[in-house]
């Protein structure tokens, strides 16, 4: 169960997480537990020369673009990260933010906080000449600094963390397709 500390101040914040607005959705959500649902989409266009993938990204103070390329082994230009490099970044920035918004919870004010993830690729199914699992294991490796009980902020933000969540739980998927 999350929880916010108690805050008088009117702009608080603790590790770069806005506790008061932290504590105004929680006290949403336990009012309404189908607050905390949210959708989240991506949508994106392969392009024929160049960059080849490109999406716009809405967020909630406007939009922004990212973009991946292939390595080249695989047939990218390697002009932009490549897919696996943004699962990483994307599970490496939720990771962080958990743990700096679990800190901020139990009122430890971090000094560091670096969050890394790694991962091997066997490309070999990619490929379409083998059947070994393409990733096996992913790494994260996290320093930090600050007062309190570092530990038990790492071992919550695992259980907390929503992309440690959609890495170590099998997700249904489902793919809608129109071919025109």
Known sequence: MLRIMTIHEDDMKLNNVDMNKAGAFLEEVKADRNKAIKIKRVEG???FS???FAATLEHATGKT????DGPPIMGGSGLKPDPVQYCLFGLAACFAQT???IAAEKGIELKRLKVSAENKVNLSRSLGIGDEPIVENVKLFVTASGSGDLKEVEQLAKDRCPGVYCLTNPIKLDIESDFS
């Open 45 to 47: 266009e392969w392009n």
């Open 50 to 52: 160049g960059v080849q």
């Open 65 to 68: 673009i990212v973009e991946a």
């Open 99 to 101: 743990f700096a918004s």
